[in-house]
């Protein structure tokens, strides 16, 4: 138990379909991200959020939404998605600052899209 | 982010020591060294990290060379729980944010 939960944690879903997934943290962190791990490949960071306001966007499809309501959530809105986009999505949280705070990263919504 | 270096694999027996190494020898003078690990099933885990001097805590040791090129995690005595991938990372320590870029890692197996 890292303190980071993520909902649901497998998830089935049409190209047209549209689903979101969840993630909380409980370690009064200030940053949080999402990364994709698709099969054979490195973790690929997607998103990051420092202070609830988005601070990278790596390139990410149009498809892909992320929201954050507050320091403790963190949401990825997703639709009309390709049978490519079928990864382990992955959230993290850390401090906001500081080389040597690490990051905690949930279990991971494992994600198939048909 | 400077670049790292790691083997794809390694083998171990249970309960020897195991030592994992990573190449970075584009390494800045502020690049902190990041260890993490996952395990099957399971997202990422912080192990370790060291800026200059061999760090130790209750999970593993960081041995990093004098040019702080190369370093080295120690698994002081492995077991069946650390079969992980171990990825070796920089961190620049000034950015403002933790932004971890990861690699394809070490796939540590251990034997019985």
């Known amino acids: 138990e890292t303190g980071v939960t993520q909902t649901p944690r497998h998830l089935v879903m049409g190209m047209t379909n549209k689903k979101s997934l969840k993630c909380e943290q409980h370690l009064g962190h200030n940053a949080m991200y999402w990364y994709k791990q698709s099969a054979k490949k490195p973790l690929e960071l997607m998103f990051v959020y420092s202070l609830e306001e988005r601070v990278e966007n790596n390139s990410v499809p149009s498809r892909f939404s992320p929201e954050c309501p507050n320091s403790s959530h963190l949401f990825l809105h997703l639709h009309t998605l390709q049978p490519e986009d079928s990864a382990l999505y992955l959230c993290a949280s850390s401090l906001h600052r500081g080389p040597t705070y690490e990051q905690y990263f949930g279990p991971g919504t494992r994600l198939t899209v048909t | 982010d400077a670049k790292t270096t790691q083997p794809n694999s390694m083998e171990s027996n249970e309960e020897e020591p195991v030592h994992l190494p990573c190449n970075h020898s584009t390494i800045s003078g502020t690049d902190y060294i990041h260890w993490y690990r996952q395990l099957p099933s399971q997202g990422p885990e912080y192990v370790i990290h060291?800026?200059?001097s061999n760090v130790n805590n209750r999970m593993a040791s960081l041995a990093i060379a004098e040019d702080r090129k190369s370093s080295t995690l120690i698994l002081h005595r492995a077991t069946l729980r650390d079969a992980a991938v171990y990825y070796c990372i920089l961190r620049d320590k000034d950015t403002g944010f933790q932004k971890l870029v990861f690699g394809t890692g070490t796939r540590l197996l251990v034997s019985p």
């Open positions: 060291g800026l200059t």
